[in-house]
């Protein structure tokens, strides 16, 4: 059982736009910064989203994060079949004193 | 470009003491502003935070691990290292380095992963 609540699955079509969301508490999500990564099959995760909404170097500007409250979202606009695979978020819990991720969301691309 | 390589025995057996090192290159471990994590992924799961050091050897751990692991540095070797003793074969995993970001708990850079296989 993850402390940050991930959909299973999402999916859409090709060009479309998804999101995913992140759902934590206040000693998690409601007061530490949330990032987000995307692992593709057979690869290691990729950092795609830092401090709530920034982006790394390199990655596109189809990738977006927010975050209100407890919940945390992921949005990915203009999808392609090269999207497909699983996406986690991550923070810090400061009441555990601990490292929390999500249970992770597979994306799939009809 | 920064990278890190893991290394260690792929196959272990129940009550062993699993003991893997990451290898940084591209850069310095002694890097002040991040710390260096591992993590791990069994299979067919999510991702499970392991713990972080620093390279003063300041370290913190994640509360279901934290009584069997222990990090160390080497920063003559740039590298970093991880110990899991008294293994089972939930333990059994895809284990990655990775550096955490200096403002946040992220981590920006990751190694490729390493297969731990525990068996009786």
């Known amino acids: 059982q993850s402390v940050l609540t991930q959909p299973p699955s999402v999916s859409a079509a090709p060009g479309q736009r998804v999101t995913i969301s992140c759902s934590g508490s206040?000693?998690?999500?409601?007061?530490?910064?949330v990032s987000w990564y995307q692992q593709l099959p057979g690869t290691a995760p990729k950092l795609l989203i830092y401090?709530?909404?920034k982006r790394p170097l390199g990655i596109p500007d189809r990738f977006s994060g927010s975050k209100s409250g407890t919940s945390a979202t992921l949005g990915i606009t203009g999808l392609q079949t090269g999207d497909e695979g699983d996406y986690y978020c991550?923070?810090?819990?400061?009441?555990?004193?601990?490292?929390?991720f999500g249970g992770g969301t597979k994306l799939t691309v009809l | 470009q920064l990278q890190l390589q893991e290394s260690g025995p792929g196959l272990m057996k129940t009550s062993e003491t699993l003991s893997l090192t990451c290898t940084v290159s591209?850069?310095?471990?002694?890097?002040?502003?991040?710390?260096w994590a591992w993590i791990r992924q069994p299979p067919g799961k999510g991702l499970e935070w392991i713990g972080s050091?620093?390279?003063?050897?300041?370290?913190y751990y994640s509360l279901s691990l934290k009584s069997r692991v222990t990090m160390s540095v080497d920063t003559s070797q740039n590298h970093f290292s991880l110990k899991l003793n008294s293994v089972t074969a939930a333990d059994t995993a895809v284990y990655y380095c990775?550096?955490?970001?200096?403002?946040?708990?992220?981590?920006?850079?990751w190694g490729q992963g390493t297969l731990v296989t525990v068996s009786s």
């Open positions: 990775a550096r955490r970001g200096s403002s946040s708990f992220f981590f920006d850079y």
């Open positions: 591209g850069g310095s471990i002694t890097n002040r502003f991040h710390y």
């Open positions: 050091i620093y390279y003063t050897g300041s370290t």
């Open positions: 206040r000693s998690n999500v409601g007061n530490q910064d």
């Open positions: 401090d709530n909404n």
């Open positions: 991550v923070t810090w819990d400061g009441s555990l004193s601990d490292g929390v």
